[in-house]
């Protein structure tokens, strides 16, 4: 059977006879479902290696992919495992771009009943509350407490060590099929907690293709490595399902602090949270009772050497920036970053005519950049480093818009000018 976009307009009922056989059995999954999720899944995967020889015949790939789920002989395929050296250095498990699409099912079926639980404060992985939301709240919270600096405030900020190779399976699984049960009204609940249950069991450390070089992995700590975790525990960093479920693994900890503790100046992102409070020794002494929390309801240890407590007028670092009263300025890791991001994608061209999927990932690197940058004053530090530091090459296949803060694709008529060109 071939399928194109258009349809996806046939009759719902139609496309599961197709799959199904069996067009009255809800439990099962649709390929309308399928399909939904794999033109989400390739939107910012669209131009890589992997999506891109999953898109021929994609078609047939996805209603063999519902025939294995509905069936249950789906199996989770082989991931490639890569050292990422920024932000900082990590491990990443890439999975297949079959199973990709899984993880966009799952989510896509689990995050409305997921954004009903979480906190407003939580800021990872969520739509309208991403790193910038997260900056302005934690900003906020700074001027409110300190009555807009006119008194003292204190700033209590916590990191866990070794978050994601820490998570235990056990207790992740036991809480999401809770979760389901008791949340999930749809009539596939079987099939979403069967998938769930492989998703989060399965180790992506076996029979992995390892990119680069296994002595990439030489200076990483052990506690940052699948290869190392403890049995029955750690996910892997770089899939959907990993950053979801870790939020909803860490629900019961924002909680306990909003609702238990009644602390109003709190904010998380991922393993990193923020306490803002206007008594010094109070911050003190939360230390012990989230610790004990965290040990002994997830097994978490807060990081010994990133226990940051200051007044407010010391600043703070959170999420690629610097809060100061009445400012907010990017961090000098980010504008290392940044140049370090810009001298890889010199390197490609200095040696070659960059293919489609370069120029596509050209734009995604440094419009990832651009984007946090531009909501701060940056614009000279921006346009400085762009003129300095860019390959003039690049300007042959690009131009800047918005007050240098995105790049476009020149057109094929518009290639050869150089310089930099705005608008």
């Known amino acids: 059977m071939q399928l194109s976009l258009f349809d996806l307009s046939q009759p719902l009922a139609e496309l599961k006879d197709t799959v199904n056989n ?66 900082v250095k990590r491990e990443i498990f890439a999975a297949d771009f079959r199973d990709r699409v899984v993880h966009h099912i799952v989510i896509g079926k689990l995050n409305q009943l997921f954004e009903k639980q979480f906190i407003r404060d939580s800021y990872s992985c969520r739509t309208g509350k991403g790193t910038q939301y997260g900056i302005r709240r934690i900003d906020k919270f700074i001027r409110q ?42 009539p596939d609940k079987e099939l979403i907690i069967k998938l769930c249950r492989q998703i989060i069991y399965n180790d992506p450390t076996k029979n992995c293709i390892i990119k680069g ?59 990193d949270f923020v306490i803002v409070h206007e008594n010094n020794e109070y911050l ?48 000098n890791r980010t504008i290392k970053n940044f140049n370090n991001a810009i001298e890889i994608q010199n390197n490609i061209v200095r040696s070659r005519k960059p293919a489609k999927e370069e120029l ?21 530090t921006r346009k400085k480093m762009l003129i300095k530091n860019l390959s003039g090459w690049w300007w042959n296949y690009v131009y800047l818009s918005g007050g240098i803060a995105k790049f476009e694709m020149k057109t094929k008529t518009a290639r050869g000018r150089t310089g930099v060109h705005t608008r």
């Open 360 to 380: 596509q990932a050209f734009q995604c690197s440094m419009n990832s950049y651009l984007g946090i940058m531009k909501h701060y004053k940056t614009y000279r």
């Open 284 to 331: 003190k002494g939360l230390l012990p009772q989230l610790s004990e929390f965290l040990q002994s309801e997830l097994q978490a240890t807060i990081h010994p050497r990133k226990i940051y407590l200051q007044h407010y007028s010391k600043g703070v670092k959170f999420l690629g920036t610097v809060i100061l009263p009445n400012r907010i300025y990017m961090a």
């Open 145 to 186: 407490c300190s009555a807009n600096y006119s008194k003292d405030c204190y700033i209590l900020k916590l990191d866990l060590q070794g978050f994601f190779m820490s998570i235990n399976k056990n207790l992740l699984f036991s809480k999401l099929d809770q979760f389901i049960k008791e949340k999930y009204r749809q």
């Open 22 to 87: 069996d067009i009255s059995d809800t439990s099962l999954l649709s390929i309308v479902e399928v399909f939904e999720a794999y033109f989400d899944c390739r939107r910012n995967k669209r131009y890589t290696t992997n999506a891109l020889a999953f898109e021929i015949d994609y078609e047939n790939k996805l209603v063999q992919l519902c025939k294995e789920i509905n069936s249950g002989i789906y199996q989770i395929g082989r991931s490639i495992a890569f050292i990422a050296d920024k932000p």
């Open 213 to 271: 070089n296994k002595s990439d992995w030489d200076d990483l700590h052990q506690s940052k490595s699948l290869f190392y975790s403890k049995p029955y525990c750690g996910l892997p960093i770089g899939n959907l399902t990993s950053q979801v479920f870790a939020n909803f693994y860490m629900d019961s900890f924002d909680h306990f602090v909003k609702h238990h503790l009644k602390i109003r100046y709190y904010g998380r992102y991922v393993d």
